[in-house]
């Protein structure tokens, strides 16, 4: 296992236009988390996951983003009616519970633009 | 609520130490982290730091935690140009769930 990887790295899509990121976490790891990064910012909490429970939400995710994570292995995170506010880069983090320090370990993220 | 701040740009001479500060909200935050994230990459988990810790050293790293001002500091020691990213400080929330970051500070390192 390499660590978090995410798909794709890139998508182009027009507004109004659905999408679906995808999210395989390091295997051992219960926890996964989705963030979003604009240009010049930090990265924002979306909402997370122990094993397939989405157990926090942030207000930044308006009722157009789904995520689930079903077999609580890998995720998926959709968005639907795309706005081009909603370009940006969408990363992925996974992390251990039970682990002293239970730092989160980062995919490349994907990177959305909406035109 | 949890907030995290830094100052946004930094810019040293290759060899010198660079200082990157931050300061916390969160009291109870019992880890204290610095991610780098280089140009169109993910984070990278550089270094972490235990609330009851004054600092901490990893090779050319040190990490100073002042938890009463709620301060902390990143000092890269023998800045090289492959040091040039963004520096994100961040804190795991009360929950102890969510990881909250700070903007980033832009190292920049003139040869």
């Known amino acids: 296992d390499t660590g978090v990887s995410q798909d794709p790295r890139h998508k182009i899509t027009k507004r109004g236009q659905n999408v679906t990121f995808r999210c395989d976490p390091i295997?051992?790891?219960?926890?996964l988390y989705w963030y979003r990064q604009t240009l010049g910012q930090g990265p924002e909490f979306l909402t997370y996951f122990q094993n397939e429970a989405q157990l926090e939400k942030s207000r930044l995710l308006s009722d157009r983003f789904s995520a689930e994570r079903p077999k609580g292995s890998f995720s998926t995170l959709e968005i639907q009616r795309t706005e081009q506010g909603d370009s940006a880069m969408y990363l992925c983090?996974?992390?251990?519970?039970?682990?002293?320090?239970?730092?989160?370990?980062f995919g490349q993220g994907t990177r959305l633009t909406v035109v | 609520g949890e907030d995290v701040e830094q100052s946004l740009f930094l810019s040293v001479r290759e060899g010198d130490s660079s200082v990157i500060n931050c300061t916390y909200t969160d009291s109870s935050s019992t880890y204290l982290y610095w991610y780098k994230q280089e140009p169109g990459a993910g984070l990278q988990l550089l270094t972490y730091i235990f609330s009851n810790m004054d600092m901490k050293q990893d090779q050319r790293l040190t990490v100073l935690l002042n938890k009463k001002d709620k301060h902390l500091s990143l000092r890269i020691a023998d800045t090289q140009t492959g040091d040039s990213a963004i520096y994100f400080c961040?804190?795991?929330?009360?929950?102890?769930?969510?990881?909250?970051f700070g903007a980033g500070t832009r190292l920049f390192v003139k040869a």
């Open positions: 961040a804190e795991k929330d009360t929950g102890g769930f969510k990881t909250i």
């Open positions: 983090a996974s992390s251990l519970t039970g682990t002293l320090r239970a730092e989160a370990f």
């Open positions: 295997s051992e790891h219960n926890r």
